[in-house]
């Protein structure tokens, strides 16, 4: 790997959705860490899925319920939905890229397959593994006619796991694709559209695309030099820790993603933890008469770990300091 890339059993289970990797560990408990932030991010389903989490973390329970798209699943009311939560210390989600979206009747469909771990008040952890559904509709809703741009949550099948293993959480999605993906994927929208775009290039052996998802080209090193670094590079997974900060400075609009990363490498297994930092331009540029409404590649942080076991431990921090 280039070192330059530096439907729902009971209330409690419908928030704990589940995390299958490309193959098997224990099961670890997430790492300690501060209480977050509040994070209120809907435009992509991985950032909807993300704020769901977070809204639990932080006991606002009101506004997790609020994210279904009508009623939460089984029809739970609000009260059976928090009380649902009452033994939940403590919970951590990753999503596994790339997703599969589609379009049907007016509507934008969404399928995830997450990995969610849970610390218990009663003691111990848990790990559910799964597929998310989340819905966003494509034309105006009332008066006046305004497309709604967030995503919400429509259904999710969630299942006790014995470890983190995405292959379960990726049964449980009745679609699903891999990297290369089926039909290409080149959009820059937003930041997880980007990481996706990018990882999907590297993977398709598209070296030339994935150089220039950097403004500039890769930072420190020449096309020729980027694409050496990815020989013999194949069988690439992705998996994102649900913890983001997207925030402005100087004109532009920056967001943090943490990853885990597996690859082989001439065959050899390998795994990576680090985060991405996407940047857009909120001001225009040069002769241009508006803003790019891309996203583009600012800095990476990549290393090697270990384990799977590590690697969940460190991506929740790994885009902190």
Known sequence: MNTAINRVMRPFVIGLVALALLFGSSAPSPAAAQAPGAFDVRDHP???????????????????????????PGGITYQQFVQGFA??????????????????????????????????KSGGSQIFAGCFHAVKTNVPVGDPGVVDPNWYLNSAVLNPATSVDFLQATSACSQA??????????????????ITSYYDAIAATDYYRAYHYWPNGAPGQ???????????TANIGVVVGLSFHIGAAAGSTYANTPLLITATSWGQSQLFVGCIVARKSNVPVGNSPAPDPNWYLYSANINPVSTLDAGVQQVWNACSG
Do not use: K
Request: proline share 4%; glycine share 6%.
């Open 46 to 72: 991985i950032y909807l899925i993300a704020s769901y989490y977070n809204a639990i973390a932080l006991q606002d329970y009101g506004r997790a319920y609020s994210y279904w798209n009508g009623n939460a």
């Open 87 to 120: 033994d939940v210390q403590a919970v951590r989600a990753l999503a596994r890229l790339p997703v599969v979206m589609s379009a049907a009747a007016g509507t934008a469909h969404a399928e995830v397959p997450v990995v969610v771990l849970t610390t218990l």
């Open 177 to 194: 694709d891999v990297f290369p993906t089926s039909t290409g994927v080149h959009d820059q929208q937003s930041p997880l559209d980007l």
């Open 222 to 232: 020449t096309l020729d030099q980027f694409a050496q670094g990815f020989a013999g």
